[in-house]
């Protein structure tokens, strides 16, 4: 059915951020397929609060299962930001059954009925789903309008000193996604820094409706950041959306972007040449600035457009 919104892949593991950007961008876009990964929390409790949030959003949107573990090495969580249950202990409702299959056959399924360039692909979790998905048909990646990732750092990392969490968890999945032959746009920690949630943003977010409830009470459970000084936390995953849906909202810079895929300390470090002191092609968009209050505004906004 024709909607006049952008036909969207969000591949996620929620996650508190990634529950938020999922009801951004199911009241915003046309989303045709949720792929879930391992991430935040492991794959069993990602899947359930991914249908969860679908449910609440009163979405028919297919749901499925993908990646447990990383492309090399084992699953690592994050609960001290989001819970050992992903959504800081906030019970929701049980959402629609998963949609069987794998999610990198279902990205695959999609793209192979699109048009060249038509579908946004949103990756909010360490990449591995999106990874299997274009390295098994590369040509595929000519579907995709463009994957807006939220990876990386130009300065310092929330995983490692040097690396950010879905980078560090999946680099080599992320390096394949930076090489392919798709427009990125990058959404790293420097620029969710911008969106930052304090009490006084929390107060103005709306009230009414489950998913309001729902979103309210989950960046309610989040806890203040010491990068921050305790003043609030970066509402990182929305960004990624955002990005997409309203770009005019983003200040962008051309860079070449690198990611460390081996085994030391800087594993899963973006290298992102921000003034162009390497030789490597400027080829990534980056998104450098963002205007918070107008993305505050969207998300209320979107919020009461949903149940
Ligand atoms: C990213 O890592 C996860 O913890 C968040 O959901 C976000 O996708 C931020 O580093
Ligand atoms: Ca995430």
Request: proline content about 8%.
């Amino acid at each position: 059915m024709e909607t006049g919104l952008i036909p969207a892949i969000v591949d996620c593991d929620p996650g508190t951020d990634d529950a938020i950007a999922l009801f951004l961008a199911l009241a915003s876009m046309d989303v045709r397929l949720v792929t879930v990964s391992g991430g935040n929390v492991p794959l069993d409790r990602t899947l359930a609060n991914a249908r969860a949030v679908v449910g609440l959003a009163g979405k028919p949107v297919p749901v499925v299962a993908g990646a447990d573990r990383p492309l090399l090495g084992h699953h690592r969580a994050e609960t001290a930001v989001h819970g050992a249950d992903g959504l800081g202990g906030v019970v929701l409702p049980d959402g629609p059954p998963v949609t069987p299959g794998v999610a990198a056959d279902a990205i695959r399924a999609l793209l192979r009925d699109a048009a060249p360039r038509s579908v946004a692909a949103i990756a909010l979790a360490p990449p591995t789903n999106l990874a299997l998905a274009l390295a098994t048909e590369p040509a595929l990646a000519g579907r995709l309008s463009g994957i807006s990732i939220m990876a990386g750092a130009w300065g310092e990392g929330n995983w490692t000193p040097s690396a950010e969490y879905n980078a560090a968890m999946d680099p080599e999945a992320l390096a394949m996604l930076l090489e392919a032959d798709v427009p990125i746009t990058l959404v790293t920690l420097d620029l969710t820094a911008q969106a930052l949630i304090t009490p006084a943003v929390l107060a103005a977010l709306p009230r009414d409706g489950a998913c309001a409830r729902a979103a309210r009470a989950i960046l309610g459970a989040v806890p203040p950041s010491r990068r921050f000084d305790h003043a609030g936390f970066a509402l990182h995953d929305p960004c990624a959306v955002a990005a997409v849906i309203a770009p005019a909202m983003f200040g962008f810079r051309q860079a070449a972007v690198r990611v460390d895929t081996g085994d030391g300390a800087a594993r899963g470090r973006t290298h992102i040449d921000r003034w162009g002191r390497t030789a490597h092609a400027a080829k990534i968009r980056m998104a450098e600035t963002l205007d918070a209050p107008r993305f505050f505004a969207m998300l209320a906004d979107a919020l009461q457009r949903l149940p």
